[in-house]
Nanobody, 120 residues
Framework: VQLQASGGGLVQAGDSLRLSCAAS???????VGWFRRAPGKEREFVAA????????SYLDSVKGRFTISRDNAKNTVYLQMNSLKPEDTAVYYC???????????????WGQGTQVTVSS
């Protein structure tokens, strides 16, 4: 399985971005999650979606602002980020795993990351 994250950029506080995670290979039944690593901080879980799309999870600080979705026909998972804040600045990574949950150990496969910078 290979994952390609894209869609990052430099925006102002309050703006929106949509990240994409394009998957290739044997992706059937994989849950996908988004994680981020800010400068000087540890990587943290942001959001995840089950294979069917019926189950989603979010970091508390992004609830109501971020929405994760997927299009299995296109093998792509999206992270719509609205009302961005400077504290959302980080490198965002997507990851895939056969098991949903256990975010600390989630991720059999990882994408390369895309930079999101939010200026105040």
């Amino acid at each position: 399985v290979q994952l390609q994250a894209s869609g990052g950029g430099l925006v102002q506080a309050g703006d929106s971005l949509r990240l994409s995670c394009a998957a290739s290979g044997r992706t059937y039944a994989m849950a996908v999650g988004w994680f981020r690593r800010a400068p000087g901080k540890e990587r943290e879980f942001v959001a995840a979606i089950s294979w069917s799309g019926s189950t989603t999870s979010y970091l508390d600080s992004v609830k109501g602002r971020f929405t994760i979705s997927r299009d299995n026909a296109k093998n792509t998972v999206y992270l719509q980020m609205n009302s961005l804040k400077p504290e959302d600045t980080a490198v965002y990574y997507c990851a895939a795993d056969r098991l949903y949950g256990s975010w600390a150990t989630f991720g059999n496969y990882w994408g390369q990351g895309t930079q999101v910078t939010v200026s105040s």
